[in-house]
């Protein structure tokens, strides 16, 4: 068939990529040292110079990442401690309330109390 591909030779295909991109480098590499032999120090140090520069912006980033991580840790430790005094601080103004109100209800229970007994009193004497 003329369309037809064999899709078992895929894997084998791939495995055979990175050797084809080794010998292609090699190539290349052989003809600049081959055409250039001046500029084969100045490629070497270009490339040092260029794998240098790679290093120290990564660990740059590196460094700046781990700031960066460590600062919003420090955010997030400071967020808990305050979503706990605020807790703590509604906790006590909620229970200062509930105490007022229980005691603001005793009180008029204890007036309600008076009241009726007053009244009872008062309806004894008719």
Do not use: I
Not at 74 to 103: E, N, V
Request: hydrophobic letters at 65%; glycine letters at 6%; aromatic letters at 6%.
């Amino acid at each position: 068939m003329l369309g037809a591909v064999d899709w078992r030779l895929l894997p084998r295909l791939l495995l055979l990529l990175p050797r084809l991109f080794l010998l292609l480098a090699g190539l290349l590499l052989d003809s600049l040292r081959c055409l250039l032999p001046p500029l084969q120090g100045l490629l070497t140090r270009l490339l040092l110079l260029l794998t240098q520069s790679l290093f120290l912006l990564l660990s740059g980033l590196s460094a700046s990442l781990h700031f960066l991580l460590m600062l919003l840790a420090g955010l997030l430790c400071l967020l808990t401690h305050l979503l706990g005094l605020l807790t703590t601080f509604f906790y006590l103004l909620l229970s200062l309330l509930l105490t007022l109100l229980g005691r603001l209800t005793f009180v008029l229970l204890t007036l309600l109390s008076l009241l009726h007994h007053l009244l009872l009193a008062l309806l004894s004497l008719l």
